[in-house]
């Protein structure tokens, strides 16, 4: 059996007051015509399917067409469950309803719910679906045999021993889970599980699985063994994922149950890109800063006071997101010095300096003059306040 | 074919602060068993599933609960459209791939959708499904050809004629709709479609169709004619309700496209009703004033004060929602005139009257001395102050 392994699409995310869902759009239709043209059997999305709780009404009506297409034109099944941004309440409607189409969804979690269970040319394949495991939802879940749980590692744990004891003997078998798996590479735009506590598990729970699809890290990678992967979000999320490799990782389950997996790359209309230099050398060099149209992160290495540098970047970086100032922060020790000394200077000598700065030059005679009069007559009022 | 017809459930909706959601759970119970013991073939709602865009997780699982025991338990078609409460887009989630198994969902308007065909040992059956049609929403949907409409009546009536040239001919129809028809008799709780202007239509483009299925007056009612019909809100949503039959029409539709209806009552677990009287009256007579566990609003028609009402008659009505005071309304033209002439008597006669009102008692002489010490220290006070 082949199926396309894909997580945290986080439909309806801002990103820096952005709207995503085109570029979310564009991706999807790629994965739909990959899983197409690979000839997948079935599309499994191991949570983290909306950004939030309540998504907005573009992201449902993305979701509802992309699951369309992939079941109504494609005919391919599609499994998937309830990541830590999802409702899982929310997201499980009319679940008992669409599995008789194809759709298998795991919203809220259910205390030992029935593998699905597909076929393909070698006999049955069971599907162990195990949405976003919390602690305390794996007690409720489960009652008085799991009210001894504390922590992530021994509530996923044991709900893991759970699910694998379902599996028909001699099935070949696949989890499909939201946790985070001691050790793995985490991203600035994954919300963490716990505040405070360790939210990882250990991976050695899948090992009776063929293969365990997982989600939450947004960088594509392994997890404790080949068998068990994170397949990496839809598109960077942020821009600590712009190194990252983004797409889906098409599973090939042989007869015997190993597995084999090929990591397919997505490209989004805009890629994610972090670009670090003054604002001189971004604005003057094309070659080592050429046009382009991605999200951009600025971080400019300018030491001093640089006029309007959004609005000069946005000629180069139209969708430029953020600037930083790196430059400034190194110099943020000696400026603190210099702030302290300055304190004690002259108002005029003060403004000279700050016009100097901004605009490059020094006043000329009648600007000098000018100032001294607004000084004066500042310090004039100032003193009949006073009495 | 014989169908149930129903509207206006409005699940996830606030009563006075209280969520309704076991209520309804315990109606829609009702609901299912009644379809199951009528043989009926299909369930028909005609909008307002829920109370708001975003319902509450509650209402959300309910609604599912009761769609897959129709579905699934009873084998019964489900046919829904989305009323001015409900958000078009995320009601019509899956719509695609429920249909498949037997839900249909009208959540946005479509342009010239073709109609829902249903089969019975007499033939086929058309359902025309046209959710909310607010004038925007049409000349949205249908672009050009509706640009020049205004209001809804003229929306609707196009709307209508366009769904009505889909049925195929010589086949029977129905039209489900959400919306207003001129004369009928509105409730408290239901949310004007159109705020100055006329929301208002007129029944005869419904003419074309076997039977109309009428979503959004919360009284069942005919609309202008025998088979154009509402059948009223699940429940009791509003004090202005509490004389109205609720419950569901059984539709009869027969070989050759005549319907014959009956309108079936179902149960609240807490019925809703208006209770008159004093407060000694509604307090002492249990004959007339039986104790109950219905949700009450009381019409206390005492003219004077009185004390801690809700509190006392809470032993009598534990549910008790709301007690107003027309009595002491009709009593508001003499206390005008009252509170004029007062204001020119002492502070030391209108504190005894005060007293007197709220504790049935006079003060006594030591009471009296004590108020007279207290008005002489803040007169001192007073002119202290001014000083």
């Known amino acids: 059996m082949r199926f396309i392994h894909t997580a945290d699409w986080h439909l309806g995310r801002l990103f820096f007051g952005r709207h995503l869902t085109d570029d979310q759009a564009h991706v999807l239709d790629e994965l739909v015509r990959l899983a197409k043209d690979a000839c997948a059997e079935a599309v499994v999305i191991a949570g983290d399917i909306y950004d939030r709780a309540v ?5 449902v009506e993305l979701f509802d067409d992309t699951l369309s297409r992939l079941l109504l034109e494609e005919k391919l099944k ?11 309440a929310r997201l499980g409607f009319g679940s008992r309803l ?12 259910q205390a030992d719910a029935p593998p699905i269970i597909l076929d393909d040319a070698h006999g049955k394949v069971a599907f162990s679906l195990l949405p976003y495991m919390e602690p305390a939802t794996v007690r409720f879940a489960y009652g008085e045999a799991a009210q001894e749980l504390m922590g992530f590692d021994e509530a996923t744990s044991f709900t893991v021993a759970r699910a694998a004891a379902l ?27 716990s505040v405070g506590g360790s939210d990882s ?14 989600g939450h890290l947004h960088a ?4 404790g063994a080949e068998n068990i992967r994170y397949s990496g979000s839809l598109m960077k999320y942020s821009f600590s994922e712009a190194g990252q490799r983004k797409g889906v990782t098409i599973v090939d389950l042989a007869a015997d149950g190993t597995v084999s997996v090929e990591e397919v790359p997505l490209a989004a209309p805009h890629d994610l890109a972090v670009v670090r230099g003054t604002l001189e050398e971004i604005l003057g060099d094309r070659e080592r800063f050429p046009k382009s149209e991605d999200y951009i992160a600025v971080e400019l290495m300018d030491e001093g006071p640089v006029l309007d540098a959004n609005g000069k970047l946005r000629a180069v970086y139209p969708n430029l997101l953020q600037v930083t100032r790196p430059g400034l922060m190194e110099q943020a020790g000696i400026l603190r010095e210099q702030g302290r000394e300055k304190l004690g200077r002259p108002d005029d000598v003060l403004f000279s300096e700050f016009f100097a700065d901004m605009t490059g030059k020094k006043l000329d005679e009648a600007q000098e ?14 003193r009949e306040a006073k009495i």
């Open 369 to 382: 003059k000018a100032l001294h009069e607004a000084l004066a007559e500042l310090l004039r009022e100032e």
């Open 98 to 109: 669409l599995a008789g189409g194809g759709v298998f969804v795991a919203g809220q979690l």
């Open 220 to 223: 594509p990678q392994r997890a």
């Open 167 to 193: 599996v028909p003997e001699r099935c070949r078998s696949v989890a499909v889970a939201h946790a985070f798996i001691a050790g793995g590479a985490s991203s600035d735009s994954e919300r963490p599980l």
């Open 201 to 214: 598990v250990s991976p050695a729970c899948f090992a009776p699985f063929s293969y365990t699809a997982l």
């Open 55 to 59: 998504p907005p009404v573009e992201a």
């Open 78 to 88: 599609v499994i998937y469950i309830a990541g830590n941004h999802d409702s899982a």
